[in-house]
C-alpha cells in the first residue's frame, strides 16, 4: 500500500560534495542546540552541540553555525560520504531540560 | 561499555496480547527516556525516569501502556493489551543527569513491535 506519514524535508547531495542542513527555531531562550543524526534502523545519535553564546562550531568535518538574530541554525558536513546518509534532527535546549523534542527532521540523501 | 541494550529486538504479536519491552540503560546513567517512531508521527517522548523515578509520562498514549524502573539498570515497557495501532519501533535512551552539562541521550537499538 501507499506510504504515508510525515513529510520529511530532503536534501539530495552528489557524494564528495558539502552539505548544509537548515533548522529554524522559536524559542530565543534556549541555552544550547543540539545534532542527532539517525541512520536507517538504529537509533538517535548525538553529533555535536552548540551553546547560545557561540556563533560557530566545528567537529570532524562537520560545522554548526547559530545566527541568533533570525533564530537559524545549520550543520555543515564536508566532504559528504555514503555514511553521513541519515535522517537530522536538531533541537533547541535549556540546560533544566530533561526532554528532547524531536521534529520531523531532515533527510540526507547521498548521490553516488 | 555496551551501551543500552533492549530487547527483544524484534516483536511480532496478535491484538489483544500483552507486550514487554526490555531497557537496560548505560551503567552510571541515571535518566531513562523511553520513545516511539512512526512514520506517522515520528519520535515521540513516551516517558521519561530520573534516579528511577517516573517524572513525565504525558506521552503515553493511553492506559494499555505502562513503564517501570524497579532499579538503576532495568526498565520495562508493557502494552496491554496491544492493538495494531501500537506497531512500531521503541527505543529507549540513556543519560547522565548532571547540571550543566549538555542532553546527550545515549539511545538503544529499538524494538520493532508488530502487533497483527
Known amino acids: 500500500g501507499e506510504n504515508v506519514g510525515l513529510h520529511l524535508p530532503t536534501l539530495s547531495v552528489q557524494e564528495g560534495d558539502n552539505s548544509i542542513i537548515n533548522c529554524a527555531y522559536s524559542?530565543?531562550?534556549?541555552?544550547?542546540f543540539i545534532w542527532y543524526k539517525q541512520e536507517s534502523g538504529k537509533g538517535p545519535q548525538f553529533i555535536i552541540d552548540?551553546?547560545?553564546?557561540?556563533d560557530k562550531r566545528q567537529g570532524q568535518r562537520v560545522t554548526v553555525l547559530l545566527n541568533k538574530t533570525v533564530k537559524h541554525l545549520s550543520l555543515q558536513i564536508a566532504a559528504t560520504q555514503p555514511g553521513d546518509s541519515a535522517v537530522y534532527f536538531c533541537?533547541?535546549?535549556?540546560?533544566?531540560?530533561?526532554?528532547?523534542?524531536f521534529g520531523k527532521g531532515t533527510r540526507l540523501h547521498i548521490l553516488p | 561499555d555496551a551501551g543500552v541494550i533492549q530487547s527483544p529486538r524484534h516483536e511480532v504479536t496478535e491484538m489483544g496480547q500483552e507486550v514487554t519491552l526490555r531497557c537496560k540503560p548505560i551503567?552510571?546513567?541515571?535518566?531513562l527516556f523511553w520513545y516511539r517512531q512512526t512514520m506517522m508521527r515520528g519520535l515521540e517522548l513516551l516517558i521519561y525516569?530520573?534516579?528511577?523515578?517516573?517524572?513525565?509520562d504525558s506521552g503515553m498514549p493511553e492506559d494499555r501502556f505502562s513503564a517501570k524502573m524497579p532499579n538503576a539498570s532495568f526498565s520495562t515497557l508493557k502494552i496491554q493489551p496491544s492493538e495494531p495501532r501500537d506497531s512500531a519501533v521503541y527505543f529507549c535512551?540513556?543519560?547522565?543527569?548532571?547540571?550543566?552539562?549538555?542532553?546527550?541521550?545515549?539511545f538503544g537499538p529499538g524494538t520493532r513491535l508488530t502487533v497483527l
Open positions: 533541537a533547541p535546549q535549556r540546560y533544566r531540560d530533561d526532554k528532547i523534542i
Open positions: 535512551a540513556s543519560r547522565s543527569r548532571l547540571t550543566g552539562t549538555n542532553n546527550e541521550q545515549f
Open positions: 524559542n530565543s531562550a534556549s541555552d544550547y
Open positions: 552548540i551553546r547560545s553564546n557561540m
Open positions: 525516569f530520573n534516579n528511577n523515578v517516573p517524572i513525565d
Open positions: 551503567s552510571g546513567h541515571n535518566s
